[in-house]
């Protein structure tokens, strides 16, 4: 991440958290830990960014996932607008032979049965001969190949019959080691009161001080709530994506 528009350094967060409790530079490695669990604790759901990259496909129809990511949110290929028409998830697919560069082989079983839809994906009913819609009836999606992924062994998995040389996959990344951390600001009270919580849990546990840590961790989920709220607020123009995408042609009573 760069540091631009409203986001600021993990770094000055934690000097405001020594600054507000009267500590000394002592304790910044102990805080730095606690503080990097906080990023992660909200950084997992809301602000690490969603990467986009190109990866090329290996010669067992498998792509290497990048070392950074933390979740694969869409797999894909590119449209001659530049926008991207994903794949199917096919959950059946077999993680077995998955590394092996004879994976299609010994996956294959060569007696089974398999039909080519091509361009029949938006037909959902056979009559006569031939393919039509339902109306009222969704037909589908232009699926363009399938994948599952395998996060155990870094990789995904194409389907035989994919006739592409790359995929374009987004996921959720972490931060890299050794560089500076960023959050968006309105995160800034929210990582204080989580290092208030965690920082004070030792002490309060051992005097027995449940009320405190009690009140600690509810500031916390508040905080937290408030972050959410003002980063990523509401709008009047989501809500109507939403619903346009959601309709749909059918009988109306």
Not at 136 to 158: A, Q, W, Y
Not at 163 to 180: C, H, K, N, T, V
Request: aromatic share 14%; glycine share 6%.
């Amino acid at each position: 991440m760069s540091n631009h528009l409203s986001y600021i350094t993990l770094d000055s967060v934690i000097t405001d958290f020594l600054t507000e409790g009267e500590y000394s530079q002592n304790r910044y490695f102990k805080v730095f830990h606690c503080a990097f669990r906080g990023l992660d604790n909200l950084g997992i759901d809301f602000f690490y960014r969603i990467q986009s990259v190109k990866l090329p496909v290996n010669a067992n129809f498998t792509v290497t996932i990048p070392p950074n990511c933390i979740n694969v949110t869409k797999v894909g290929i590119l449209n001659d607008n530049g926008a991207i028409i994903p794949l199917w998830n096919n959950p059946n697919m077999t993680t077995y032979a998955d590394l092996l560069p004879d994976r299609i082989e010994k996956t294959n079983d060569t007696e089974s049965l398999w039909m080519e839809w091509n361009s029949n994906a938006f037909f959902n009913v056979w009559n006569n001969g031939a393919y039509s819609n339902v109306y009222g009836v969704p037909s589908g999606e232009p699926h363009v190949g399938e994948f599952k992924v395998d996060m155990d062994n870094g990789v995904i998995l194409l389907g035989q019959h994919f006739r592409r040389d790359y995929i374009m996959l987004e996921f959720l990344a972490s931060p890299q080691e050794g560089q500076e951390y960023y959050i968006p600001i309105q995160f800034r009270e929210a990582l204080i009161a989580w290092l208030w919580w965690k920082d004070s849990k030792a002490i309060a546990v051992r005097r027995g001080q449940i009320g405190i840590m009690r009140d600690l961790k509810s500031t916390f989920y508040r905080e937290r709530a408030n972050a959410i709220a003002q980063w990523k607020p509401s709008t009047i123009l989501d809500k109507y994506q939403v619903s346009q995408e959601q309709s749909r042609l059918a009988v109306k009573t």
